[in-house]
């Protein structure tokens, strides 16, 4: 059975601090690893990763996987109030029906 | 451009009873999804669809149907909601070999 583990489950810093957040997978034959933010409602996609090593980054968002120890990292620079949301670790099988399988979730608040 | 449209987004209902949740969406995706998520449970996928016509269960089918008549839309049947059904539905779409879903805005069902 396919598995995605999150940790920490919940987070709370302070605006400009600096924040990594874990994922850890089992699936079978790993297709890609995918982050995503929810904020109120729909969760919005932020990377895909398919490869080990090669960094995606998206202004002071980073995301690297590293497919020989089975996970990810999110990293959050210079946090700002709105980064406050649930990320969300998901990972896809090969399987031609890309379906994820979520982790739990990771609830980060940014204080001012 | 819509993109995905779920109706309703609020709906309280009694145990016992039935409803049906309607997923539309203008793009054209191959694939479509239903999750729901639950506090601490991350999203789980209830059954999804990889044409028209094709349906197939997911992690947590059981007390639900789902169908797939039109390539645009997708629908999630209970037929005799339980408490344990109380949940936020989301419904996803995605294009074969595109990078990450298009969710739909969310149905909180509370069953009573």
């Known amino acids: 059975e396919d598995k995605v583990v999150q940790s920490p489950l919940s987070l709370v810093v302070h605006e400009g601090d600096t924040v990594t957040l874990n994922c850890s997978y089992e699936v079978t034959n790993f297709r890609s690893l995918l982050w995503y933010k929810q904020e109120k409602k729909a969760p919005t996609f932020l990377f895909m990763l398919?490869?080990?090593?090669i960094e995606k980054k998206s202004g002071r968002l980073s995301s690297i996987l590293d497919k020989k120890e089975l996970f990810s990292i999110l990293n959050i620079t210079a946090t700002q109030t709105g980064d406050s949301a649930i990320y969300l670790c998901a990972v896809e099988g090969k399987g031609g029906s890309e379906k994820l399988v979520f982790g739990k979730g990771m609830k980060l608040t940014v204080n001012p | 451009n819509a993109g995905v449209t779920q109706t309703p987004k609020f709906r309280v209902l009694k145990t016992g009873q039935s409803m049906t949740l309607l997923c539309a969406q203008d793009?054209?995706?191959?694939?479509m999804y239903w999750y729901r998520q639950d506090p601490g449970m991350g999203l789980r996928l209830i059954h999804y669809s990889v044409g028209e016509g094709t349906t197939a269960k997911g992690e947590v089918p059981d007390g639900y149907n789902v169908s797939r008549l039109k390539k645009q839309n997708f629908l999630l049947g209970l037929e005799s909601a339980a408490p344990s059904q109380t949940s936020v539905y989301f419904c996803?779409?995605?294009?074969?070999?595109?990078?990450?879903?298009?969710f739909g805005s969310g149905t909180r069902l509370t069953v009573v």
């Open positions: 996803a779409s995605s294009v074969p070999g595109t990078p990450g879903y298009t």
């Open positions: 398919t490869s080990s090593g």
């Open positions: 793009m054209n995706h191959e694939y």
